[in-house]
C-alpha cells in the first residue's frame, strides 16, 4: 500500500496521533521525502500536546507576574507579548521551553547538545536569534515565521 | 551611605545573581539565560571579599530566591562584557554587567555564555 500526505494544510497535532497509532511501516511527504527512520519522524517530542499545555500553563504564570517578579526591578510581561507567544508556540513543530526576562520579553529555547541549541528573545519590536548548529554560532533578528525552522533544523 | 569598598572590582571576586524558579531549567543546565537578560544591565552583587555564605545570605534577604548562582568577575571580563560597580541605597555591593562600553543590555550569546560559567552556590 502506497501513502502520500501532505504536510502542508494539515493539523499536524492530528497527523503525529495518526502515525503513533497506525502500523504504517513507510510514507512519503508531498512537500519533502523523509523515510520513517528519519530523527524528525521517530522524536517522540515533535508535536507533543502535552509539551504544547505545559508551555501554556507556563505562559499563564507568566501572565501572573507583577512588577520586580525576579527581586531586580523587573517590569511585568505585557499580555500582549504573552499572547504573540503563545500564537507561536501552537504552530511548531518541537516545544521548546519559554522562560521570562527581566527586561519584559519572553525567551524560547531549545538545547539538544552543547553544539545544537537555539535561543530567541521575543519582545514587541523585535525577534533576535542566538543559534549554535554544529558548533557553528548565529546571531540575528528573525521573523516570527522562521522560528520553527530555526527550531526544527536541530532535528534534522 | 558611605563606604570604603574599593571601587574597582577585582578579577577574582564572585558576582552573584539571585534566580527565580521560573527560570531554572529544569531539562538543562540551569539557570536559564533569561536570567542574564536585564534592561538595565544585569544586577550582581560583588563578593568584595566576603565569605559566601554571607553572600547568599544578604542576597536572600531582599528575596527569597530559589537558588544563587555564582560568576567570577575574570570570565566575564574574558567574555568581552562588563562589570561596574553601581551601589545603591541599600545595596553597597551592587554592581551591573553591561553588554559592552557602548551597550547596556547583553545580547546575543554572551548571556548564555555568562551562564555556562557561573555556578549554582544554594538552592
Keep these: 500500500m502506497n501513502f502520500r500526505i501532505s504536510f502542508e494544510n494539515t493539523t499536524s497535532l492530528h497527523l503525529d496521533n495518526f502515525f503513533k497509532s497506525s502500523s504504517i511501516s513507510g510514507f512519503s511527504s508531498s512537500t519533502k521525502s523523509e523515510t520513517i527512520s528519519s530523527t524528525r519522524f521517530n522524536n517522540s517530542e515533535r508535536f507533543s500536546l502535552e509539551k504544547l499545555k505545559n508551555n501554556k500553563r507556563k505562559l499563564e504564570s507568566i501572565k501572573n507576574l507583577s512588577s520586580n517578579w525576579n527581586g531586580y526591578g523587573s517590569p511585568e510581561i505585557e499580555e500582549k507579548l504573552i499572547s504573540k507567544v503563545q500564537q507561536i508556540i501552537s504552530n511548531l513543530e518541537y516545544q521548546p521551553q519559554i522562560f521570562p526576562t527581566g527586561r519584559g520579553s519572553i525567551q524560547i529555547e531549545k538545547h539538544i547538545n552543547d553544539e545544537n541549541f537555539v535561543e530567541i528573545e521575543i519582545s514587541n519590536d523585535e525577534v533576535f536569534a542566538y543559534q549554535m548548529k554544529n558548533g557553528v554560532e548565529t546571531e540575528k533578528a528573525i521573523s516570527t515565521d522562521e522560528i520553527n525552522n530555526l527550531i526544527s533544523d536541530l532535528y534534522a | ?123
Design chain 2, 1 to 123: 551611605m558611605l563606604s570604603d569598598i574599593n571601587p574597582i572590582i577585582d578579577d577574582n571576586e564572585y558576582l552573584y545573581r539571585g534566580i527565580i524558579e521560573l527560570n531554572w531549567d529544569y531539562e538543562n543546565n540551569p539557570p536559564s539565560s533569561a536570567t542574564f537578560k536585564d534592561s538595565k544591565g544585569v544586577s550582581v552583587d560583588r563578593d568584595n571579599h566576603r565569605p559566601e555564605r554571607e553572600c547568599i545570605d544578604f542576597i536572600k534577604s531582599k528575596k527569597d530566591f530559589f537558588a544563587v548562582c555564582k560568576v567570577q568577575t575574570r570570565k566575564v571580563i574574558e567574555l568581552q562584557a562588563l562589570v561596574k560597580y553601581q551601589p545603591i541605597q541599600d545595596n553597597i555591593y551592587h554592581s551591573e554587567i553591561h553588554d559592552s562600553q557602548d551597550r547596556i543590555q547583553l545580547r546575543g550569546s554572551k548571556p548564555k555564555k555568562i551562564r555556562d560559567e557561573s555556578q549554582i552556590c544554594n538552592r
